[in-house]
């Protein structure tokens, strides 16, 4: 079975650090997942097709610094409107999943989309705490139980903070 392993990095640089040192890992940039509040004002969204984002969130392909270096290279960046809790960034087949959960979830916003993941209630809570702080979440797929422990060694060896590790049964492909 399936399974990704979510982690916090507190600054930009640390997110590149798990990022590329996943990539160099033999972690697929399609496989890799980034969601981060839109903090530096870029508001340059265009259309993304076959986007099923639900009414009164706006996906896009954004542009900017934010978006820059190892962070835009990952598959689906894009800009992300959630009611309530204004934009934010995402990138990868987690988070594009994410976006359509996040808005229509009954818990509400982030959470709802988190806990629609398989993340239990009280993780998905403290990841959207740190989100609305600035901090970034990261989060990869992996399909062997030695890639689990290769990704959770790489989120620990980066000083991530709170790592888990989640089912994806209920996760659609991208």
């Known amino acids: 079975m399936s399974k990704s392993v979510f982690g916090i990095a507190t600054t930009q640089g640390q997110a590149e650090q798990v990022v590329r040192q996943l990539q160099g890992q033999g972690f697929a940039a399609s496989e890799i997942s980034v969601l ?6 870029t508001h340059d969204i265009g259309h993304v097709k076959a986007t099923k984002a639900p009414e009164g969130a706006t996906t896009g392909a954004a542009t900017g610094g934010v978006t820059g270096g190892v962070l835009g290279l990952l598959a689906g960046v894009g800009a992300l409107a959630i009611p309530g809790l204004g934009p934010f960034i995402a990138a990868g087949p987690i988070m594009a999943a994410l ?17 629609g993941l398989g993340i239990p209630e009280i993780e998905a809570k403290r990841y959207d705490e740190k989100l609305k702080k600035g901090n970034y979440l990261i989060a990869v797929h992996a399909d062997e139980s030695g890639d689990v422990d290769r990704a959770k060694d790489i989120f620990k060896n980066a000083h991530a903070e709170d790592i888990s590790t989640v089912s994806e049964a209920s996760v659609p492909k991208a």
Do not use: N
């Open 36 to 41: 981060m509040p839109d903090t530096a004002g």
């Open 99 to 115: 976006s359509g959960a996040a808005v229509g979830a009954t818990t509400g916003g982030v959470v709802g989309g988190l806990v």
